[in-house]
């Protein structure tokens, strides 16, 4: 079963400040990575996601992530953190071919400090 | 285009009771999965069922069920609730029968068992 695993599971970075949340994976095979953001009392939203091709990803709201596969990781970054950021972020893996089953890392809570 | 809509938003129930949750997925989508969500276990998979096929299932007892009709909304019905069954329970949508396609979650139903 794939595992994975989230660094940190509070960051606090200022207004304006790089967001750097990071991801990591087991996996034998290049997985599908996906990044989620979750509100207060809400669902998840996809952020990005990798699946083939290149290997920086661009998503919504500024954000982008980059799969490495020496390090298994794909890690998420924002150059410049807004208030509206604040939220919790789940990285989660799938391996291609098996269906649609989602692991999720445990979370990272983001605070942005005005 | 509406999204992934999980009815009801909040529930109550005791100890011992049935309950059953409904999604309606995106149109056309084909494609459902179900989470469950708790602050000490995170985000866990449920079942997943694509054209009413259940397709894997997580680790969870049968206490725990789900299916899927023909236009593709899915329910889920857990029996004999347990305090532990208090949790954020999300249904997520995808278009195709692999995970390249991401999933889109709805915003879930909170279930407090009492």
């Known amino acids: 079963a794939q595992s994975v695993t989230q660094l940190g599971s509070h960051v606090s970075v200022s207004e304006g400040a790089l967001v750097l949340l990071r991801c990591n994976y087991s996996?034998?095979?290049?997985?599908?990575l996906f990044w989620y953001v979750q509100y207060p009392n809400q669902g998840l939203q996809l952020l990005l996601k990798?699946?083939?091709?290149?290997?920086l990803v661009k998503g919504i709201n500024g954000f982008e992530a980059e799969f490495k596969k020496s390090e298994t990781s794909f890690h998420l970054t924002k150059p410049s953190a807004h208030m509206s950021d604040a939220a919790e972020y789940f990285c989660?893996?799938?391996?291609?071919?098996?269906?649609?089953?989602?692991?999720f890392g445990t979370g990272t809570s983001l605070t942005v400090i005005p | 285009k509406a999204g992934v809509t999980q009815t009801p938003r909040y529930l109550i129930k005791t100890r011992g009771q049935q309950v059953t949750l409904s999604c309606s997925p995106i149109?056309?989508?084909?494609?459902v999965s179900w989470y469950q969500q708790t602050p000490g276990q995170g985000l866990q998979f449920l079942f997943e069922?694509?054209?009413?096929?259940?397709?894997n299932k997580g680790n969870f007892p049968g206490r725990f069920s789900g299916r899927q009709f023909s236009n593709s909304r899915s329910e889920m019905n857990v029996s004999t609730l347990e305090l532990g069954d208090s949790a954020l329970y999300l249904c997520?949508?995808?278009?195709?029968?692999?995970?390249?396609?991401?999933?889109?979650f709805g915003s879930g139903t909170r279930l407090t068992v009492v």
């Open positions: 997520a949508s995808s278009l195709g029968q692999f995970a390249n396609y991401g999933y889109t």
């Open positions: 996996s034998s095979v290049p997985p599908y």
């Open positions: 990798y699946t083939t091709g290149a290997t």
């Open positions: 989660a893996v799938s391996d291609p071919g098996t269906g649609n089953q989602f692991y």
């Open positions: 149109s056309g989508h084909r494609s």
């Open positions: 069922y694509f054209s009413e096929t259940q397709r």
